[in-house]
Nanobody, 127 residues
Framework: QVQLVESGGGLVQAGDTLKLSCAAS????????MGWFRQAPGKGREFVAY????????GYSDNVEGRFTIFRPFGTDTVYLQMSSLRPEDTAVYYC????????????????????WGQGTQVTVSS
């Protein structure tokens, strides 16, 4: 089992920056990909970004590319999401997720590619 704990959410103004963190514990050796998703009120869960342990590959949704950065300091089990130029439409509950290595092809851009989830942290961006 892998446990994930997010932190860093809050209320900010449009244009501000915010950094979310996701601390993983437990069987972290089984984790290959870590990602961030978000869910706004009345909407489905949306992919934001992923980080793959092998080579540190990253990927982003079109909505956040160029504004958000996902990274994991070497030797740690914490993944960060640095968010810049925040917009009111970025308001959502942000969830961290962890996924095992792919037995079948995974993109790590969909929720089904992840086995473990955190409890979520609220990000609210005011205009």
């Amino acid at each position: 089992q892998v446990q994930l704990v997010e932190s860093g959410g809050g209320l900010v103004q449009a244009g501000d920056t915010l950094k979310l963190s996701c601390a993983a514990s437990g069987r972290t050796s089984s984790v290959y990909g870590m990602g961030w998703f978000r869910q706004a009120p009345g909407k489905g869960r949306e992919f934001v970004a992923y980080f793959l342990k092998n080579g540190g590959l990253t990927g982003y949704s079109d909505n956040v590319e160029g504004r958000f950065t996902i990274f994991r300091p070497f030797g740690t089990d914490t993944v960060y999401l640095q968010m810049s130029s925040l917009r009111p439409e970025d308001t959502a509950v942000y969830y961290c997720a962890a996924g095992a290595p792919p037995a079948v092809a995974k993109t790590y851009k969909v929720a089904d590619d992840y086995e473990y989830w955190g409890q979520g942290t609220q990000v609210t961006v005011s205009s």
